[in-house]
Structures are given as C-alpha cells and as structure tokens.
C-alpha cells in the first residue's frame, strides 16, 4: 500500500519538476491561435540561377505540415488562415571531392534566404526570420545525370529537406 502510494508521490512531484522546466505534452503549438486551421505555401521568391529550389523547397514545408497535422495547406491564398512565404536570397554549390570523373562525392552549399509567418486576414506578421543561413557539406552519391555539375540535383533535394526541417522547428517547436 505504502509503495503504491510513494510511487503515485514520486510521479507526480516527477511531473511538477517537468512542467516547472518548460516540458508540456505534446500538441498545437503555442504560435498557433486555436481559429487557424489551413495554410498557404507559395513558392519561394527566388533571386538565383537555380530555379527549382523555391517551388522544392515550397512542396517540402508543404508535405511536412501536412504530417505534422496542425494545419491542412491549401493551394489558394484566399482560403488560408495564414500564408507562409519565403525568399531565396543566394545559393551557392562547390563540388569538394570526386570519385572518378563524372561523379561526385561531396559538395558544399551555402544557402541565405528568408521567411515569414503572415496571417491573412489582419497580414500581420506572426513570425519573421529575416535570414536564415545554412552552409552544409553533403555526400551525394548521383552519378553523373547533370554532366556540367555532377552531385548538384542529390545536393539540393538533401539541402531543401534540411531547411524545411529547421524552418518547422523555428516556427513550430519554440
């Protein structure tokens, strides 16, 4: 009886300890209002040579919204409580090291753009990142589909889930 009682004292004092930390179980993030249920992802301005990386890296944040659950995007900006837009401001490959010719087993990507978190109705800005950098060394396996630069297509596609990635968390998981 008395053990059964102590491990009931020592779960909930456990417990207190966890909430007085910050720690809350797991839900709708604190950034979102209860009344905003949709949200549009455009593509991404984009101000470089590589074209696609604005509408890959919209279709990323898109589908993992869409895991995550809090909100359904949509594909029109007028049903959307809130609109998610973006910039690519500079991107730049460097291939590192080669396997053989035509092959690439490294490349380095530096990445700066920015983003922020409107609600439609009000456009007030819920959050603003007015530049978010990234510089990252990828290993890409791709064998040589783009013969002018080996690597590049496997090194985007790793760098856009990367960034969605962060940019979830930044917004989501504060």
């Known amino acids: 009886m008395w053990s059964s009682f102590l491990r009931s004292l020592?779960?909930?004092w456990f417990s207190c300890f966890l909430y007085a930390c910050g720690y809350t179980l797991a839900g709708k993030p604190t950034l979102l209002n209860p009344e905003w249920k949709t949200i549009y992802i455009p593509p991404w301005k984009n101000y470089t040579v590589e074209k696609a990386v604005g509408e890959l890296l919209a279709?990323?944040?898109?589908?993992?919204?869409?895991?995550?659950?809090?909100?359904?995007?949509?594909?029109?900006?007028?049903?959307?409580?809130?609109?998610?837009?973006?910039?690519?401001?500079k991107l730049y490959f460097e291939p590192v090291a080669y396997a053989t010719f035509g092959?690439?087993?490294?490349?380095?990507?530096?990445?700066?753009?920015?983003?922020?978190?409107?609600?439609?109705?009000?456009?007030?800005?819920?959050?603003e990142n007015p530049k978010i950098t990234r510089y990252e060394t990828y290993r890409v396996a791709e064998v040589a589909s783009n013969l002018l630069n080996p690597g590049k297509d496997e090194a985007l596609r790793l760098l856009v889930k990367d960034l969605s990635e962060l940019i979830m968390q930044e917004l989501f998981n504060r």
Do not use: W
């Not at 589908?63 to 995550?68: M, V």
């Not at 029109?76 to 401001?89: M, T």
């Not at 087993?105 to 456009?123: C, D, M, S, W, Y």
């Open 103 to 127: 092959q690439t087993k490294t490349r380095n990507i530096q990445f700066e753009g920015k983003f922020a978190l409107i609600e439609r109705r009000t456009a007030k800005k819920i959050y």
């Open 59 to 89: 279709q990323e944040l898109r589908k993992k919204i869409a895991q995550d659950g809090f909100l359904v995007p949509v594909f029109s900006p007028y049903s959307a409580d809130l609109i998610l837009q973006g910039e690519v401001l």
């Open 10 to 12: 020592l779960i909930l």
